[in-house]
């Protein structure tokens, strides 16, 4: 018979045997709900990339985080948009920079989806215009989530500024907001405007991906976590990471068997173009 004295320390065991065996996996389990499910330029792969629609449609799909990708027009405004160039994702072309936000509203930002993608077109996407960063935060409002990278830097500099300068002048909350860049200095250069914007390092990989001690440490000084490319992750990468206090998000995840994988192997969010598909396998497990 085991005395009462005893009591409390059994209890303790009983509770550790828990947590690495049953109780464990019941732990796990709760933790996929923390899964941030990023809506990657909206519900891309239901509607035009960075349109106002897109973004909606993130929205009702469960999608946590609205991602907007950043350019800069020719007159210092702020755009969503992946590319340079007009090209791929309007009926215009040219670079960003050397137009004015007059000529990029007189794009049609929708009908390419139609063409590129008929299994999801839709009339009325037909003539969508490009959003600026101001008519996102007017439409989604200053308690949402936004995901935001500021693409190409060194084209717009500046744009940081003008961004954090959006930020206030919307009053977004900070706590729901990550910054995001493939540039570690545009990410410093925000994080000396506002050391309270919290920040996201992006990474990409073209073989197995591998992340030194040191690389942690220098991400660690000003960013709360990674973006790598989801290709080349291993479990190994990711624990460590994890372990390690950062936050990772790889990017762009569009296959449930692969989201599902991932969420295992211990990511704490990903982007995708299918925030349904990710709802749904974050609902499964
Ligand atoms: O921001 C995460 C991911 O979107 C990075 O790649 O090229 O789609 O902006 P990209
Ligand atoms: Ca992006």
Known sequence: MIGKKWLPALSALVIAAGITTGGGAAFAKEKHKDILNVSHR????????????SYDMGEK???DYIEV??????????IAMHDETVDRTTDGTGYVKDMTLADIKALDAGSWFNEKNPAYANEEYVGLQVP???EVFQKFGKNNSYYIETKSPTIYPGMEKELLRLVNKYNINKDKLLVQSFSADSLKIMHGLDPSVKLVQLMSYGSNAT???EQIAQIKAYAMGIGPNHTYLNEAYIQKVVNNGLEIHPYTVNDKERMSQLIEWGVTGMFTNFPDLLHEVKKGK
């Open 42 to 53: 909206g519900a891309s792969g239901h509607a035009p990339e960075h349109t106002l629609v």
């Open 61 to 63: 799909m469960h999608g």
């Open 69 to 78: 990708d950043l350019q800069m027009t020719k007159d210092g405004q702020l």
């Open 132 to 134: 600026t960063l101001e």
């Open 211 to 213: 992340i030194t001690d």
